[in-house]
């Protein structure tokens, strides 16, 4: 008797090993089927080897097994094969005992499909749980980094690439596009991600390969100027009018995120989207604050083509709600370090940003060039006695357009005080220097002011001196500032309506 156990214990084993090296090789329901079988042939094993003494026990396991792979079929077809076998091997044909096999049978699929759904709802729970936890770790680490700058650019970095990076909510793509001083426009700012699926995949397997976290990706974006360069070129050429009623008016009208699954082709603004932007499916969530309309956030998938669900428009709103107000408080320090920087009568830079503007440049104009302009309005007391302060105030405000629009792009003019205004020129000569002046100079006196027919030279001039570092060779700030002081002076002695350089 001892022999024929360890027999089939051997021949159990033996089976085991078998179907444990066919279950890699084959497919799910066929290492079912084998399952199944190797049972079958084990009870067929204990029926030679113990003439089916223990078949009353194996048979339940068979019938278990089944239940497991096949579940309601299982549970019926093996409970009549297991009856089948035992009337077949033992002459016992009594229905009482199918019926309990069958009872037997369903007591087992319940059992295991009470214990599935324990199982899937516990996989859900720890699901949604991992993916909490994640989002949190994104708003921690997106909140630190938003606190760390009031620089408008490297905030809307930090804001896309949390919304699109593997470590943050994993999008394919976004955009910003935020509303103009007007408020009639959403112009584009900027934009993370693919233009298309192969430059994807490309950015993704470099992710990969290299382990980036959320903090080496937003580095990464601030440090790589041809990051999205196709992207942002494409974005920053975008000007949505908000006096139409399309998909990003009612964005902001509703305040709630818009989910669009497919393109309505009566939108232009949309269709606009669609084609620059292989657009399909995308969601756009509105950045408010306190009842202010600041922009638009835009996220899609063009790679894998994952649909946007709405547990993913759940992840993104706290983090659209958070970069609002960031981007608003960015807004409100601009405006207040403009207030300090700009006059508030002109728009022009002030005195102050005058003097660290010039000491900035200096130093470096030492082995290069700077130019300076100081200018200031012709009997502009005797404008003021005869018409009054007010009409003053809307010449040093025409004049100091007129001054913008004679200069180049690179040029800054500045209101140094009063009627005194000075344009600092980096890297230009005198003999260029004196031929923007004589540019404002002319500028001005064809200019038509209020009341300038009752100057004294008949019309509203100005006089100008001007200086350059290339004369004065190792010269301060306040050397620059003076040596056209007096050049000024020169022009007012030598008739007014003039330049005199240095």
Known sequence: MIMQYIQFIVYTLTIALIINYLRFKVSDILNKWMLVGAILAIVEIEGLLFDFLHTNWILPVFIGISVLCFHAYGAVISACIAWLLLVVQTDESDLFILLIYLIFAAVVYLLSNYISKLQTQSDEWLNKLSENSKQLNVFKEVSTSMQQTLNLKKLLRTILTSVTAGYGLGFNRAMIL???????????IMGTGPMTVEEGYAVWDRITK????????????????SADLLLNERVERLEISLDEPNFLYKTLERGSPLHIKEIDTSDKALLLFAHQFNMSELAVFPLITQGIKVGVL????????????????????????QAAIAIQHTHLYTK?????????????????????????????????????????IDYFKHFNDTNGHLLGNQVLIQLADVIQHSIQEHDVAFRFGGEEFVVLLPHTNKENAVMVAEQIRSN??????????????????????????EELGSSTSFDLVDTADQALYKAKES?????VAS
Do not use: W
């Open 298 to 321: 835009i996220i899609d998938n063009p790679v894998n083509k994952r649909p946007i669900t709405a547990n993913d428009i759940d992840s993104v709103i706290p983090l659209a709600n």
């Open 178 to 188: 935020l509303i103009d001083d007007s408020g009639s426009k959403l112009n584009g």
């Open 444 to 469: 001005v006196e064809n200019t038509s002011f209020p009341c300038g027919e009752k100057q004294p030279l008949g019309c509203l001039t100005i006089s100008l001196g001007v200086a350059s570092s």
């Open 336 to 376: 207040i370090e403009d207030m300090a920087l700009k006059d508030g009568l002109t728009g022009l830079f002030n005195q102050r940003a005058f003097q660290t503007l010039l000491e900035q440049h200096l130093p470096v104009s030492r082995q290069g060039l700077l130019s300076l302009i100081l200018l200031d």
């Open 210 to 225: 290299n382990k980036y976290k959320l903090m080496d990706l937003i580095e990464i974006k601030e440090t790589e100027q």
């Open 495 to 499: 008739g007014r309506n003039t330049v």
